[in-house]
């Protein structure tokens, strides 16, 4: 079964409000209730909370993951991740000057290391990736590292349920997938960039039957042409102080794109709509783009998709001739998921996309196949390198799905950590797609630090 039609964005106001350098406050969970018995699948967002920090000795000793290694890192109970009933969580890893190039792969503990990776990167970087990985043996997962040394951090941004008996937990949810929509672009419009240690308010809105049920968006925030180098942080808003955390690090002059998911908070100054918040930790500017691909209800809305985990598997390499061939010039490839990872009730893929040795600079785009192609991106890409990005890919008949490359010759890694479900019997409900319309922007605030 397929979902039978998406959801569209409709764009409300957003504005700016200046904030400090996120050192100082620490990420917060959303409030706790009970999860329903049948929470199977179902997702609980948080704030990011730092897990693991090999420079400060934070969930390992302190020191660099060295080259060969396996770094075995608790995330079950630790505050905000319960002790039981976690089958998966979601985090975003983050390296911090390796020694060489390398890789990281993260996977359960206990189970054999897959052929996966999760975040490439070169000698001297600093950057980030999103994973989303089963929990394994213990509570734990690992993280191998094949050479060099690298510092690595990881901030957690939720968690999914399994079955069984009700457990205390935030507020737990389905995911829905939506059509793929811009919802900032701070190039466009009167206000230009984001200023240094600022922030944006992002609102969002499905209809008034929908809104209030939303306690999370599934996005990816790019950062586009920075003047210095910095980061930015991701969150609910609901604090005045961003979480101790990154989404994503840049360098200056550069387009660095995260995938992340992030808790909504209800914003009344914005209109009245769920709202997430998107902070400039940087001494420079940078412009700031966020695409919605789908958002994570409360457990009231009926009908939505459940996460099925499982142990990263490589279902394309352009390289090997996996799933498709090398691009070779803008183009499109069709792509089945094969029956290894995708049934019939698979409506979506959770993925690790990783762009290899692009030519010249290029984006990939991923979609259903049988749709249109969206307009925005998954991965950005500048020549010779590799990168990876998160990715949620809906599927089409047949589980095949559209890969779109932008320009110019390079090769595309696809790795599965998951899929999402609908119930076996449930059909998911019909809603409109809505008119996407803009709200007049609010003008940036200009206080002192």
């Given at each position: 079964?397929?979902?039978?039609?998406?959801?569209?964005?409709?764009?409300?106001?957003?504005?700016?409000?200046?904030v400090p350098l996120p050192t100082a406050a620490a990420g917060s969970a959303a409030p706790y209730v009970a999860?329903?018995?049948?929470?199977?699948?179902?997702?609980?967002?948080?704030?990011?909370?730092?897990?693991?920090?090999?420079?400060?000795?934070?969930?390992?000793?302190?020191?660099?993951?060295?080259?060969?290694?396996?770094?075995?890192?608790?995330?079950?109970?630790?505050?905000?991740?319960?002790?039981?009933?976690?089958?998966?969580?979601?985090?975003?890893?983050?390296?911090?000057?390796?020694?060489?190039?390398?890789?990281?792969?993260?996977?359960?503990?206990?189970?054999?290391?897959?052929?996966?990776?999760?975040?490439?990167?070169?000698?001297?970087?600093?950057?980030?990736?999103?994973?989303?990985?089963?929990?394994?043996?213990?509570?734990?997962?690992?993280?191998?590292?094949?050479?060099?040394?690298?510092?690595?951090?990881?901030?957690?941004?939720?968690?999914?349920?399994?079955?069984?008996?009700?457990?205390?937990?935030?507020?737990?949810?389905?995911?829905?997938?939506?059509?793929?929509?811009?919802?900032?672009?701070?190039?466009?419009?009167?206000?230009?960039?984001?200023?240094?240690?600022?922030?944006?308010?992002?609102?969002?809105?499905?209809?008034?039957?929908?809104?209030?049920?939303?306690?999370?968006?599934?996005?990816?925030?790019?950062?586009?042409?920075?003047?210095?180098?910095?980061?930015?942080?991701?969150?609910?808003g609901a604090n005045a102080l961003p979480p101790n955390a990154s989404t994503l690090n840049f360098t200056a002059?550069?387009?660095?794109?995260?995938?992340?998911?992030?808790?909504?908070?209800?914003?009344?100054?914005?209109?009245?709509?769920?709202?997430?918040?998107?902070?400039?930790?940087?001494?420079?500017?940078?412009?700031?783009?966020?695409?919605?691909?789908?958002?994570?209800?409360?457990?009231?809305?009926?009908?939505?998709?459940?996460?099925?985990?499982?142990?990263?598997?490589?279902?394309?390499?352009?390289?090997?001739?996996?799933?498709?061939?090398?691009?070779?010039?803008?183009?499109?490839?069709?792509?089945?998921?094969?029956?290894?990872?995708?049934?019939?009730?698979?409506?979506?893929?959770?993925?690790?996309?990783?762009?290899?040795?692009?030519?010249?600079?290029?984006?990939?785009?991923?979609?259903?196949?049988?749709?249109?192609?969206?307009?925005?991106?998954?991965?950005?890409?500048?020549?010779?390198?590799?990168?990876?990005?998160?990715?949620?890919?809906?599927?089409?008949?047949?589980?095949?799905?559209?890969?779109?490359?932008?320009?110019?010759?390079?090769?595309?890694?696809?790795?599965?950590?998951?899929?999402?479900?609908?119930?076996?019997?449930?059909?998911?409900?019909?809603?409109?797609?809505?008119?996407?319309?803009?709200?007049?922007?609010?003008?940036?605030?200009?206080?002192?630090?």
């Amino acid at each position: 079964m397929r979902l039978p039609r998406k959801l569209a964005v409709v764009i409300a106001a957003a504005g700016l409000a200046v904030v400090p350098l996120p050192t100082a406050a620490a990420g917060s969970a959303a409030p706790y209730v009970a999860v329903a018995v049948n929470a199977e699948g179902t997702f609980t967002s948080v704030d990011p909370v730092r897990l693991l920090d090999t420079r400060d000795g934070v969930g390992a000793p302190r020191a660099p993951l060295g080259g060969g290694q396996t770094l075995h890192l608790q995330v079950t109970g630790r505050d905000p991740v319960p002790a039981t009933g976690v089958t998966a969580v979601v985090l975003n890893m983050t390296v911090v000057n390796p020694t060489s190039a390398s890789y990281l792969t993260v996977f359960p503990s206990g189970v054999a290391r897959p052929l996966a990776s999760n975040l490439n990167f070169p000698a001297n970087w600093v950057g980030a990736n999103a994973v989303t990985v089963p929990v394994g043996t213990n509570g734990q997962v690992d993280i191998y590292n094949p050479a060099g040394n690298v510092h690595v951090v990881a901030d957690v941004m939720g968690y999914y349920h399994g079955d069984g008996v009700a457990q205390p937990g935030a507020t737990a949810g389905a995911f829905w997938t939506t059509e793929p929509e811009r919802v900032l672009d701070t190039r466009e419009g009167p206000y230009g960039p984001l200023s240094r240690f600022t922030y944006k308010q992002v609102p969002v809105s499905y209809g008034a039957d929908v809104d209030p049920h939303i306690t999370a968006l599934a996005v990816n925030i790019t950062a586009v042409d920075p003047t210095q180098s910095g980061y930015l942080v991701a969150w609910s808003g609901a604090n005045a102080l961003p979480p101790n955390a990154s989404t994503l690090n840049f360098t200056a002059h550069s387009v660095v794109p995260n995938f992340a998911i992030v808790p909504t908070k209800w914003c009344d100054t914005c209109g009245g709509f769920p709202m997430i918040a998107v902070a400039n930790a940087s001494s420079g500017s940078t412009h700031v783009v966020v695409d919605v691909f789908g958002f994570y209800d409360d457990g009231q809305l009926d009908g939505g998709l459940r996460f099925h985990p499982m142990t990263p598997t490589r279902i394309t390499d352009t390289r090997e001739g996996l799933g498709a061939s090398t691009f070779t010039g803008k183009g499109t490839a069709t792509i089945t998921a094969p029956a290894r990872v995708a049934g019939d009730n698979t409506a979506a893929l959770v993925a690790n996309v990783t762009g290899v040795n692009p030519s010249n600079s290029t984006y990939f785009s991923l979609w259903a196949d049988g749709y249109e192609r969206p307009t925005v991106s998954n991965l950005n890409l500048t020549p010779h390198e590799i990168r990876s990005n998160a990715a949620v890919i809906p599927v089409g008949s047949g589980n095949k799905f559209a890969a779109f490359n932008a320009a110019w010759t390079v090769d595309m890694v696809i790795d599965v950590a998951g899929t999402f479900e609908l119930l076996p019997g449930a059909a998911a409900p019909a809603r409109s797609v809505t008119t996407k319309t803009r709200l007049a922007a609010t003008p940036p605030l200009q206080l002192s630090r």
